[in-house]
């Protein structure tokens, strides 16, 4: 079984465990933490209570690729395994909201290494994966687009196949918006459009199926209360 410990004079020169990680498929979305951020104690600080295996899966995070992947997928080294991805994940969460790692995540950006929004009108508008929750195994990976600023879940395609199993927490909840702020040449010049519905041309107004009916519906619900009210003054009044 190899094991992972962390060497400081030849961990830098090889293949190290954050490299593989970052390229393999599905984990496209992530960036490579520095070495310097993991080993300072702040950055990293109480994730100790939030991992299992901590030691291990810290020695791992920062050891080199593995020789045999494979050995991930059963017993105790596949336990730590799946430390170090939570390890990695809730330490990226932060680094990609420091100045560095926003600097990378808005690259990643601009490169078109994010998923294209689904909605039609975004015209696939570049979305920014967001979590609904910093807390492990909540919330799936979602996306958030900057144009219609709603959140969909994430494509399932032939590069992003394993993207669906993320945790949510790998990204936190305030990312997308912490970069939109310190680059706000990243927000769309052209807001969302919205989609009308329509019969021959005409707006459905006040009917079924459009969002108009609720407009409609509230004011004449309104004015049903308004008619009770006064019908209940009139009678007291008699």
């Not at 709603?150 to 912490?178: N, Q, R, S």
Request: overall charge negative.
């Amino acid at each position: 079984m190899q094991t992972y410990m962390d060497t400081d004079d030849d961990s830098e020169s090889n293949y190290s465990w954050i490299s593989w990680f970052c390229e393999e498929r599905g984990n496209d979305f992530f960036c490579e933490i520095s070495r310097e951020y993991i080993i300072d104690n702040f950055n990293i600080y109480g994730l100790d209570s939030l991992v299992a295996n901590y030691t291990e899966a810290l020695s791992m995070v920062l050891g080199p690729a593995p020789s045999n992947p494979e050995d991930y997928d059963c017993g105790s080294l596949g336990e730590i395994y799946r430390s170090a991805v939570d390890l990695y994940g809730l330490t990226h969460a932060r680094f990609i909201t420091t100045p560095k790692g926003l600097a990378i995540m808005k690259e990643k950006f601009e490169d078109e290494c994010f998923e294209s929004c689904p909605r039609l009108l975004c015209e696939e508008q570049q979305t920014l994966p967001i979590g609904l929750s910093n807390e492990l195994n909540k919330y799936q990976l979602m996306v958030y687009c900057p144009k219609c600023e709603d959140i969909y879940h994430c494509k399932e395609g032939p590069v992003l196949t394993l993207t669906t199993d993320i945790d949510g927490a790998f990204f936190g909840t305030a990312f997308p918006h912490m970069l939109l702020q310190a680059y706000p040449s990243l927000v769309p010049s052209q807001g969302s459009v919205s989609y009308i519905p329509r019969i021959y041309g005409f707006k459905i107004f006040g009917q079924r199926g459009s969002k108009y009916q609720s407009d409609s519906d509230d004011y004449m619900i309104e004015k049903s209360v308004i008619m009770i009210d006064t019908q209940f003054e009139y009678d007291a009044m008699e």
